[in-house]
């Protein structure tokens, strides 16, 4: 159990790097486009899932019916074998959330090292980042081809009481 988690922590790193660190490579797009990356992913979760259903007392810890409140899942995630399955669904989760805003930011043409830096640290607000980084992209880059047409057809645009 502990060389599987161990493993996936240490081979979702490169992934991450390339991201971040060279996000125009075409070896960083190659890898990302394979689904080799989200099927390990999902591979490592189902072995590890396996794993603690065959833990009797991990099954009894979940087996509270529908209804799951706080205390029994504090009781069901006070086992290594689920920590591990859990550590899995967020390592995987961020992963296929980081390789969304990384094909976002290629596809739109901006910069997404900030998002993805959060993303791999705090996951959803990675994701938010990218939302508001978005917005204030397409906000700019719309006032600015705004500002170009008007520029271009000889009308002055007034940019705060500049007129240019």
């Known amino acids: 159990m502990e060389e599987v988690f161990n493993f996936e922590n240490a081979a979702v790193f490169p992934f991450w790097?390339?991201?971040?660190?060279?996000?125009?490579?075409?070896?960083?797009?190659?890898?990302?486009?394979?689904?080799?990356t989200s099927i390990a992913c999902g591979?490592?979760?189902?072995?590890?899932?396996?794993?603690?259903?065959?833990?009797?007392?991990i099954?009894?810890?979940?087996?509270?019916?529908?209804?799951q409140d706080l205390s029994?899942?504090?009781?069901g995630f006070?086992?290594?074998t689920t920590v591990a399955v859990g550590?899995?669904?967020f390592i995987a989760m961020d992963l296929l959330a980081g390789r969304y805003i990384y094909f976002d930011g290629l596809k739109n043409d901006f910069i997404t090292r900030h998002s993805l830096v959060l993303t791999l640290f705090f996951g959803p607000l990675g994701v938010v980042s990218h939302v508001l980084t978005r917005g204030i992209v397409g906000l700019t880059r719309s006032c600015l081809l705004y500002t170009s047409?008007?520029?271009?057809?000889?009308l002055g645009v007034d940019l705060g009481g500049r007129r240019i």
Request: glycine residues 6%; aromatic residues 16%; proline residues 5%.
């Open 87 to 89: 550590w899995a669904h």
């Open 72 to 75: 029994s899942l504090t009781k």
């Open 43 to 57: 591979l490592i979760y189902g072995y590890l899932a396996y794993q603690s259903f065959l833990e009797p007392e």
């Open 17 to 36: 790097i390339s991201m971040i660190g060279f996000p125009k490579s075409t070896f960083t797009k190659t890898v990302m486009l394979s689904p080799a």
């Open 59 to 67: 099954l009894e810890a979940f087996s509270s019916g529908a209804k």
């Open 149 to 154: 047409d008007a520029a271009d057809e000889g």
């Open 78 to 80: 006070s086992y290594e």
